[in-house]
């Protein structure tokens, strides 16, 4: 049973840094990817930051430069640097995983093949 555990969240003024943790059970790690979303209520969930085994790794235009997407496979864990955060960025963050090596950011394919965290809240406010 594959377990995505979220943490990190927090509120932070503009500008600002954070780094949200995944802690990952339950599967073989070298042949998933994983991935980043977000969600503010009342809108779909969009994709943030995917990455795969082999450290090949894809970003939505609205943080490239911004946020940085990294694993750990010794621990199962992954990261998500966000530095000069916007109110903008002011979401739940979602952590994903599915199996394969696919890095794309749609959440349709994603919610359909991939297992989800409960999520940990990121607000952008000064």
């Known amino acids: 049973q594959v377990q995505l555990v979220e943490s990190g969240g927090d509120s932070v003024q503009p500008g600002g840094s954070l780094r949200l943790s995944c802690a990952a059970s339950g599967y073989s790690y070298s042949s998933y990817s994983m991935g980043w979303f977000r969600q503010v209520s009342g809108k779909e969930r969009e994709g943030v930051a995917t990455?795969?085994?082999?450290?090949?790794?894809n970003y939505a235009d609205s943080v490239k430069g911004r946020f940085t997407i990294s694993q750990d496979s010794a621990t199962n864990t992954l990261y998500l640097q966000m530095n000069r955060l916007k109110p903008e960025d002011t979401a739940m963050y979602y952590c994903?995983?599915?199996?394969?090596?696919?890095?794309?950011?749609?959440?349709?394919?994603?919610?359909?093949?991939?297992?989800w965290g409960q999520g940990t809240q990121v607000t952008v406010s000064s």
């Open positions: 990455i795969r085994s082999d450290g090949g790794a």
């Open positions: 994903a995983a599915a199996q394969g090596t696919y890095l794309g950011l749609g959440y349709n394919w994603w919610r359909r093949i991939g297992y």
